[in-house]
């Protein structure tokens, strides 16, 4: 296999490099970004087992203003074309995508590269147009009769009115197509949702606006599914801790588990929105009724792909195996109550404890007004310790994320991950 990887910014570019670097005989990624951060803060682009690094032009603007559609725009032709001089330079006969401005703009180019002779591990994209559209995600587990929060699309400010008149509030309105929580706001007032909406709307017509679904906890169901739509692979761990990065709430801790909910509804969803591949179905576990509720379908492997390959499940070999007409192979059986972590996530999370908390004290102390809605105050510090504690250290199986370790053999990417984080983590809390 000669293999192209794309959106290195991605950590899960560089865990599928990790699973196919055996098999590869060489390896080529691409870059993006006018400034050296933005090219080099993908862990993927500083790994050594990189055979050689091109820099293509960014054609994201197209996608996140919402414009998808069969034929490319003049932005995503130069890219594709910067991929086809690539390919024939490089001999590649494999490109392996795992954003989703990349999985759909190749999507809807596989016929061409295949032409070629370059198989593209990405779904079809007349089923990718409904995953990539949220509303039309919504749509389809509705038909299946997979629980969905309350929600409508809303394109015009009469419409929002009437709309929230039926959706109670709070509200989140959210681009129809996005990645990583970009733009999503959560608002509690009428009027403050009228400038939200303004604002989303400019930036991608018509977002969809939901009710607040107040969370439990967090239920993921990681897919791989093949060409006639069966599951090949299905992990949904059980969430220990999660951690508040604005309106998101990422799973810190989770742990292995053979007891899935909903596990027909959710091959009724697979066949109902007609797309294969790696994916992550995402739900939160509503504090009312118990209920998982659907937020989105992620058509692609995640940053999360490593509690699967750490369990011994190569999902990115057997996923390359499916696209090229290959039978899968045997896929192992992962073990029951395997705790799951990733200590740079964690030390952050404590760190960003320490921080909020001594503010909160600090304020309290000069009088100031504290706020016990803030997202730290859920998170009390000796009680993080303890869980820590007793997920670090006990006799329990464990696995630690495979992005932390290789500072012997392949030292660059988990040193410029904790740089990035970091630096993330700042900029966060300055803006």
Known sequence: MKLLLTNTQEDQAYLILRCLRHEASRIVV????????????????????????????????????????????????????????????????TIFPSFDPEVYVFSKNTARFAAQGIVVVAPDFEALTRVLDKSLTLAAARKVKFPTPEGTVVDRP???????ETIPGPWVLKPRCNAHGVNIVMVSEPDALLDAFTRLNNLQPSPLLQTHVPAQTKRN???????????????????????????????????????VPFVEEVKALVRETGIWGGMT?????DARDGQ?????????????????????????????????GEAPGEIPEFEEG????????DLLHLLGQCVDQAGTWLRSRLGG?????????RDAIPELLRSFRSEYFASRPRRLSPLNRGFLSDPLPPLMRILRVFVEALQRRSA
């Open 30 to 93: 691409t870059q993006t970004g006018a400034s050296w951060w933005q090219r080099w803060s993908g862990i993927a682009a500083c790994s050594r087992f990189v055979n050689k690094r091109y820099r293509v032009p960014d054609f994201y603007a197209d996608w996140r203003a919402g414009i998808v559609q069969a034929a490319n725009t003049p932005g995503e032709e130069r890219y594709i074309r910067r991929i086809e001089e690539i390919c024939a330079a490089e001999a590649i006969d």
């Open 338 to 345: 395997v705790i799951l972590l990733d200590p740079l996530w």
């Open 221 to 259: 169901f990681y897919l791989l599914v093949n060409r006639e739509l069966e599951l090949v692979s299905l992990f949904s761990p059980r969430v220990l801790r999660t951690r508040s990065t604005g309106v998101r709430s990422p799973c810190a801790a989770v742990e292995s588990s053979h007891a």
């Open 158 to 164: 009469q419409a929002l009115t009437a709309a929230i």
């Open 292 to 324: 998982p509720k659907l937020m989105e379908i992620n058509p692609r492997f995640g940053h999360n792909l490593w509690y699967r390959t750490e369990l011994g499940i190569n999902e990115p070999l057997i996923l390359a195996r499916i696209a090229r």
């Open 281 to 285: 179905v995402q739900t939160i576990v």
């Open 369 to 377: 007004r504290t706020d016990d809605s803030d997202p730290h105050a």
